[in-house]
C-alpha cells in the first residue's frame, strides 16, 4: 500500500500531492519555499544594515563579547554612536591598550551587530508581501511557466532516470514537504535515506556552462547563489545531509558525448546557513502576518 502521507515530530511529507497541482498550490500559499528563499537573504543597503544595528545596540538587545573590528569599522561605529573629540580619542586609546570601557564595549556591540544582525533588503520585503498576497488573491497568478521552465518540466523524468541509473541509487518522488506552518520544500527526488537530488535542465550552452564552472558547492554559491540555497532550504526542510544539484541535457545521451549529458555536484549541509534559516524564516514570517494584519484591518 503506497504512503499518502509521513508525518514526523516537525515535518510533513506528502506523497499523494502531484507538484504544480491545484492540491500542490494550495498547501504552497504563504510559505517560504525553496526556489524562492534567497530572496530572503540579499543584502540590505548599508544605511538599512546600521539602522538596525544602531537599534540593537541602543535597546541592549545586542550583547556581544566580539571585539574584531578594524579601525575604520571603529571609527563608523563611533561615528553612530556620536562618540567624538575627547571621548573619541579615548576610546581610540582603551581600544589600543586592550581595555574595557562603556564606550569601547558598545563600538564592539554595533561592529558584531552590523555584521550579523538580519535586515530585511527591499527586494525580501515584495518577496514577503507576495507570500501575505497568497493568503488573499487566486492562486492562479502563480501557476506561470516560461517556455524555459517548462523545457525543464518535460524532461525533468528523463533527467532522473538517468541519474538513477548512472548512480545506482534509489529514489522516491513526494509532492510537498510541510516544516511547520510558514515554510516548506517540494524537492525533485528523495535519495536514498539521507540524500536529496535537485534537477536542472538548461540550454545547451548553460549546460556546458555548468560542467566547466560549477565542480564544487562554493562553485555553485558563487555563480548560481538561488541554487545553492534551494538545494540548502530542502536540506532543511527535509532533514537531510545532502543534495545532489544535476544538470542535465537530454540531447547528449545518444551519441559519443553521453557521458556529458549528466553534471552532477554534491551539495552538503551547510551547519551555517541551516542556522539562519531557523532565526529569519521566523522573522519573514512574522513581516509576512503583519502585512497581513495592516491590509485585512482596512475591510
Known amino acids: 500500500m503506497k504512503v499518502l502521507t509521513e508525518k514526523t515530530k516537525s515535518r510533513i511529507l506528502h506523497f499523494n500531492i502531484e507538484q504544480r497541482t491545484p492540491a500542490w498550490f494550495e498547501i504552497r500559499v504563504g510559505k517560504f519555499t525553496s526556489s524562492q528563499i534567497f530572496k530572503l537573504f540579499t543584502q540590505a543597503t548599508k544605511a538599512a544594515r546600521t539602522a ?16 574584531a573590528a578594524t579601525s575604520s569599522e571603529i571609527n563608523f ?5 556620536n562618540i567624538l573629540g ?4 579615548k576610546l581610540k586609546a582603551s581600544v589600543k591598550a ?10 564592539f556591540e554595533f561592529c558584531s551587530a552590523l555584521k550579523n544582525v538580519h535586515c530585511f533588503s527591499d527586494g525580501a520585503k515584495v518577496h514577503i508581501l507576495e507570500k501575505a498576497s497568497e ?3 487566486s492562486s492562479s497568478e502563480f501557476k506561470f511557466a516560461n517556455d524555459a521552465m517548462q523545457w525543464g518540466l518535460d524532461h525533468e523524468q528523463q533527467a532522473k532516470e538517468a541519474y538513477l541509473d548512472y548512480t545506482g541509487f534509489s529514489g522516491l518522488d513526494v509532492g510537498f514537504v510541510e516544516l511547520g506552518n510558514d515554510t516548506g520544500s517540494s524537492p525533485d527526488l528523495l535519495v536514498n535515506e539521507e540524500g536529496l537530488a535537485e534537477f536542472k535542465c538548461p540550454n545547451q550552452v548553460n549546460h556546458l556552462k555548468n560542467i566547466l564552472n560549477i565542480k564544487t558547492a562554493e562553485d555553485l554559491r558563487r555563480l548560481s547563489v538561488q541554487y545553492w540555497f534551494q538545494c540548502q532550504h530542502q536540506i532543511f526542510c527535509t532533514g537531510r545531509a545532502w543534495c545532489d544539484f544535476v544538470s542535465f541535457h ?6 559519443p558525448y553521453s557521458k556529458l549529458s549528466l553534471h552532477i555536484v554534491r551539495i552538503e549541509k551547510d551547519e551555517e546557513i541551516q542556522a539562519k534559516f531557523k532565526s529569519i524564516i521566523p522573522l519573514a ?3 509576512r502576518d503583519q502585512q497581513t494584519k495592516e491590509i485585512l484591518s482596512l475591510l
Open 250 to 255: 537530454p540531447d547528449l545521451i545518444a551519441g
Open 98 to 107: 586592550g581595555t574595557s570601557s562603556a564606550n569601547t564595549q558598545k563600538v
Open 86 to 89: 575627547g571621548d573619541l580619542m
Open 285 to 287: 514570517a512574522k513581516l
Open 77 to 81: 561605529a563611533a561615528k553612530q554612536l
Open 135 to 137: 493568503f488573499l488573491f
Open 52 to 67: 538596525a544595528a544602531l537599534k540593537e545596540v541602543n535597546r541592549g538587545g545586542w550583547l556581544s563579547e566580539d571585539t
